[in-house]
């Protein structure tokens, strides 16, 4: 090779050959985009959390329980006398008129018949009777005249005064037991005239052969008419049977005349007064009922909850307000959510129930302020189950953590969401 030929070509006249510059700034670029990101990938994120906001505006306390509605004034028709009841024909729901719808008609039982033993048994017994009444009789006429006597007898200063005394004992005893034969006497013979009284028709012999008389007293049928004009609520038993005095037959009563029972725990009663407002929802309507508390019962009674927890409770009265035209659906007995306002205000400060959560022996709050969260200690007065009355702590128009977990605390970043129901 020859070395003339691989040598470099000379520079030209008039030029100057300049160094490459280094980028030695690039690898430093590098390191700090990589920290850049590092850094806002291990920043926490902001939690999402729901939030609620302080207002003013209406706010009610209530006491919240089931109730039922029940007829003010129920009648229940009794039997007035033992009879063979006649078939009811009153449904429930039917309307009836004081005085003048028959609701039952009773037939009056006839007498208890003797069969031919308990006939001979009654016979022997009258022959007794009247045998002893007529040896009492035979010792009355033998007492009187004794008396006599020794009435004559004490005249003269024959007798003493003490037995002149037990003589006119024997008299009086005797006058007794001969008033207690004749008695006894008139007991069986009416016995036997009712046997000789029975109708042919039960004892299933023709009139011609049945004993005695064989005449029968009219039995006048017993009817039953309405107290009250209203509806037949109840009929226990429809068929005909016999009934003693006092069976019930039927229930009635006005179902526009109503009032709601509630009852609620004894320490809610306590603070309860009557005029107290009562909404009643879930009732079957679209619009809720209006009531007015007319009696808190003074004694309370003892009621185990479903979780098995033994509670004092006591009963609220409430008559209805709302017209019967605008409840129509509603019956006796029938179930209803009560709503008794115990205070109410029409202007006060107000935040959702689920913002606010126990700090020691205080009420707290977790507000929104820059994105950050800001503990507030508030003092809180009333609640309606879902908002509270705000006595202290918060503003209006504040925005409130609602329900904060345990992520949740001071100074820390969060994103209000949008729960859609």
């Known amino acids: 090779m020859n070395p003339q030929e691989s040598a470099p070509p000379a520079p030209r006249a008039g030029t100057s050959k300049k160094p490459a510059p280094r980028r030695l700034w690039l690898p430093w670029l590098g390191a700090v985009v990589l920290l850049a990101a590092i850094v806002i990938g291990l920043r926490p994120k902001p939690i999402p959390v729901e939030t609620g906001r302080v207002s003013e505006g209406t706010l009610r306390a209530t006491v919240n329980e089931e109730g039922r509605t029940r007829i ?4 229940t028709v009794f039997a007035p006398v033992a009879g063979q009841l006649r078939r009811i024909s009153l449904k429930a729901g039917e309307r009836v008129h004081a005085g003048e719808t028959v609701v039952a008609v009773l037939d009056p039982l006839p007498s208890s018949l003797l069969d031919a033993r308990s006939r001979s048994l009654a016979e022997a017994r009258r022959d007794t009777a009247s045998a002893q009444l007529a040896k009492a009789r035979e010792a009355l006429r033998f007492a009187t005249l004794e008396l006599q006597r020794f009435q004559k007898l004490y005249a003269d200063r024959t007798v003493s005064a003490q037995e002149l005394e037990g003589v006119q004992w024997r008299e009086a005893a005797a006058t007794k037991e ?3 034969a004749e ?5 069986v013979e009416a016995e036997l005239a009712e046997f000789d009284a029975t109708p042919a028709r039960v004892t299933g012999l023709p009139t011609s052969a049945a004993s005695g008389t064989n005449s029968q007293a009219v039995r006048t049928p017993v009817e039953v008419r309405a107290p009250i004009s209203g509806q037949v609520l109840r009929v226990p038993e429809e068929s005909a049977r016999v009934v003693a005095p006092g069976t019930p037959l039927l229930e009635l009563g006005d179902p526009a005349d109503l009032e709601v029972v509630i009852e609620v725990l004894s320490r809610d009663g306590a603070a309860l007064r009557p005029g107290a407002v009562v909404e009643l929802h879930h009732w079957g309507g679209e ?10 019962e003074p004694a309370a009674f003892t009621k185990v909850s479903a979780l098995g927890v033994e509670e004092q409770r006591v009963n609220i009265i409430a008559d209805l307000v709302t017209p019967p035209d605008q409840r129509l659906g509603l019956g006796d007995r029938f179930r209803v959510e009560a709503r008794i306002v115990v205070w109410e205000s029409p202007s006060t400060l107000k935040a959702p129930t689920g913002g606010l959560f126990r700090r020691g022996s205080d009420w707290a709050a977790f507000t929104l302020r820059d994105g950050k969260t800001v503990l507030q200690i508030v003092k809180a007065g009333r609640s309606s189950g879902t908002e509270v009355q705000i006595l202290q702590g918060l503003k209006a128009d504040e925005e409130i953590v609602l329900y904060p977990g345990d992520r949740i605390r001071e100074n ?8 859609t129901p």
């Open 72 to 75: 003010r004034q129920r009648y």
């Open 178 to 180: 001969s008033s207690a």
């Open 183 to 187: 008695s006894a006497l008139r007991q």
């Open 287 to 296: 619009t809720p009922l209006e009531a007015r508390v007319r009696l808190v």
């Open 412 to 419: 820390v970043r969060i994103r209000p969401v949008v729960i």
